[in-house]
């Protein structure tokens, strides 16, 4: 059986934001993210696996509290987090990460006045 860890965070969105493979649109606010990593066994030195990324998103149906738990791509969730606090623009085509079949957008850091680097 592997080793594994599980580490968690808190990320906050002051606008609302989507996330690909989700068609939903998520309200701003702060969210919960838990990580799962299994340890590398074989290798001389430490050194851990990336398994799952989870969202927990909490929402309201009627008068009862409802929370769902949501794997995620952890660049797509990186991605909404940059252009929430607007230090990214989307442009040109997507390029193809080598370990994932899925396109991801290529990023372009904002300098901060509104234009692109």
Sequence with gaps: ??????????????????LKG????????????????????GVSFLAYRRTATLLHVRGQKG???????LPIDPRALDHAILIDQGQCNVTGPSISASDNKQDIPVLHPDNGNGTLQ
């Design 63 to 69: 008068s009862a509290i409802v929370e769902r738990t």
């Design 1 to 18: 059986m592997p080793i594994t860890r599980v580490s968690h965070k808190q990320v906050v969105f002051f606008g609302s934001f989507k």
């Design 22 to 41: 989700y068609d939903e649109t998520f309200p701003g606010g702060d969210y919960d993210v838990e990580t799962e990593e299994e340890l590398i066994e």
